[in-house]
């Protein structure tokens, strides 16, 4: 009797990017698109967004206790479970269901275009940087470039066109401004940082490696599977940092007042305690509202306007094994400077 070898599993070729575009746009329109454009309606009337996550109404944050983790964890999940949840999803849908060689021949190369390609892409996206790391993941597993998938990363929260338009409306269309000067300097310049600061791998046998592991196992399957593991490894991890920096919101962030003015020392801090800490789409804008109301100066503003929504401590966590350690030291370390440039040119300008 002869034997013959399985034949692959495939897909019709339209299939599978059929529904990755499906997933997106129908997640992102639940789940960005149209409240976001409802908020912005909300911005326009009221010049506010919310209230503050980070302390309510209040000038300080609560002491640090079991209790304000919770209670800082939940008020976190309730606001981006959803988002996260579509994350995972397209995280796990770009690496099962898309062509192999697509977001390579897309976002694959290592100079300015791809870069900029990966910021063009993460531009409807808007989602926070915990939110948008399983698609970076998923871009960086199926061969996009480092900076490219930087540039992504970092675009989805700092070029986010809502939470401009929110900033505009709440804050002062100064303020839009100088995030989108200096946003497009992050994502662009930081992804080519990136792209120097990382090996160069073997694209091809990596491609040919993905390949013979998408031909092997169903698609669907395959989807689940990677779904599964994705998730396993990052939702707990991101849960402990989440639970500790909502504990320690008091260290962070001091009470605040007029007596926090625009020295180097009160800049630095706050661009510091940004990178750092962890909140939601547009978190940032009645943050530095409540914060602005209280008194303190425009300089410690505008470095939390740069620093508190590209990146934190749960989402570099999530990613540390998807980019080299000297890469994510970069990317934090090019945050913390541009925020303190921010908090200067706030003082300058403003």
């Known amino acids: 009797m002869e034997l013959t070898s399985p034949k692959p599993h495939k897909l019709p070729p339209w299939v599978g990017p059929a529904l990755v575009a499906l997933i997106a746009v129908a997640g992102l329109f639940y789940v960005k698109w149209s409240p976001y454009y409802a908020r912005a309606f909300v911005a326009a009337t009221n010049h506010a967004i919310g209230k503050s996550i980070l302390m309510g109404t209040e000038a300080s944050a609560p002491a640090p206790s079991w209790e304000t983790a919770v209670a800082y964890a939940l008020a976190y999940g309730k606001a981006i479970w959803q988002a996260m949840v579509l994350g995972l999803l397209l995280g796990s849908a770009i690496q099962a269901l898309l062509p192999v060689n697509w977001v390579a021949r897309t976002l694959g190369r290592t100079g300015f275009g791809s870069v900029l390609a990966g910021g063009l892409l993460s531009l409807p996206g808007m989602m926070c940087t915990c939110c948008a790391a399983p698609v970076v993941l998923g871009l960086r597993r199926q061969q996009a470039s480092p900076g490219a998938a930087m540039a992504f990363w970092l675009g989805n929260t700092i070029l986010n066109p809502a939470a401009l338009v929110f900033i505009g409306f709440v804050l002062g269309w100064q303020w839009t401004g100088l995030r989108l000067g200096l946003g497009l300097v992050m994502v662009l310049g930081l992804g080519m940082l990136v792209n120097r600061l990382s090996p160069i791998p073997d694209q091809q046998a990596a491609l040919l490696a993905l390949q013979a592991e998408a031909e092997a196992e169903n698609p669907f399957a ?63 804008v009645p943050i530095i509202q409540a914060m602005l109301s209280l008194g303190m100066g425009v300089g410690p503003a505008g470095a939390l306007l740069m620093t508190l929504p590209p990146i934190s401590l749960p989402s570099v966590a999530m990613l540390a094994r998807t980019f080299p350690p000297k890469a994510l030291a970069a990317v934090a370390a090019g945050v913390v400077i541009l925020g303190i440039v921010s908090g200067y040119l706030a003082v300058a300008l403003f």
Not at 262 to 273: C, G, M, T, V
């Open 222 to 284: 395959r989807w689940l599977r990677i779904l599964g593991r994705m998730s396993l490894r990052l939702i707990p991890e991101y849960i402990v940092i989440v639970l500790l920096l909502g504990a320690a919101r008091a260290w962070l962030f001091p009470t605040i007042g007029p007596e926090i003015g625009n020295s180097f020392a009160w800049i630095a801090a706050f661009a510091i305690a940004g990178t750092l800490f962890v909140i939601p789409t547009a978190g940032e």
